[in-house]
């Protein structure tokens, strides 16, 4: 009787690998999205991609990699905004897309001029800075998300559509003992979580997943000692505050693929 189960029990774990392969390999997957997406940050770029700087160690390659869907179309870009998304990503899509992940926003509330702001103008104008950025979540990006979101969803509307969130910047209290103060790194902090916010909002009234990566990345944030994101680079202005390699695998992936 125990060899019975146990040669049932063997059919059943070999039947329900075969079965997830098999789901996997049948799947067609689209990654769009914005630097976090293309992989800005974590090196081994595909050099086809120029200036969008795909990485082959950024998330949504890493998914291809583990689970051989049946397509593979990553037309991410480093700097897409909503509008380019539209304008530049959207040819892959169609009616047999069972996949799509996308991280979108930031760009369009102006993140990268909030950081140059902050680093580089005083207190009190980063401050201002971030405020508006806030009033732009408020006001103009749920429209712009509304725009991308529609799109999607009109092109692959049997898709699953995975929206990835940003992380926050800063372990606050942590072990930078120069650079920007602890209120500034709590307001950008503050500003990833209100973006987060308004994004999860617009994606679950499509009837899309929203993948916060705030808990992955916690403990791994700049100036935590086990950084996952880099920090400012004046040698590569572009890769300041990406993730590097480790924040796509440990970070963004996990997300996805427990979304997917």
């Known amino acids: 009787m125990a060899f019975s189960s146990s040669l049932l029990l063997g059919a059943v774990i070999a039947l329900t690998g075969a079965t997830t392969a098999n789901a996997a390999a049948s799947v067609d997957y689209v990654a769009l999205g914005d630097s976090y997406s293309s992989g800005v940050g974590s090196g081994s770029y595909i050099s086809s991609s120029g200036d969008c700087k795909r990485s082959t160690l950024a998330y949504p390659s890493l998914w291809a990699s583990a689970h051989s869907p049946a397509s593979f179309s990553f037309t991410a870009c480093s700097g897409a905004r909503t509008g380019d998304v539209i304008a530049n990503q959207l040819g892959p899509l169609n009616s047999s897309t069972d996949l799509v992940s996308i991280s979108i926003g930031g760009n ?3 993140f990268s001029d909030v950081m140059t702001t902050c680093v580089l103008q005083s207190e009190s104008t980063c401050l201002s800075r971030i405020a508006t950025a ?127």
């Open 134 to 260: 806030r009033s732009y979540v408020d006001t103009t990006l749920p429209g712009k998300l509304d725009s991308v979101y529609d799109a999607i969803k009109a092109k692959a509307p049997a898709a699953r559509v995975v929206v990835l969130g940003y992380p926050r910047f800063y372990k606050i209290g942590g072990s930078c003992v120069v650079g920007l103060s602890d209120k500034v790194r709590g307001a950008i902090n503050g500003a990833a979580d209100y973006l987060n916010a308004a994004t999860a909002k617009r994606a679950a009234d499509h009837g899309f997943s929203f993948g916060d990566v705030t808990g992955t990345f916690t403990g791994h944030e700049i100036c935590s000692g086990s950084a996952w994101l880099h920090s400012l680079n004046w040698l590569n202005i572009g890769e300041s505050y990406h993730p590097f390699a480790a924040g796509q695998s440990g970070g963004y992936l996990p997300v996805l693929n427990a979304l997917d």
């Open 108 to 110: 369009d509330a102006g």
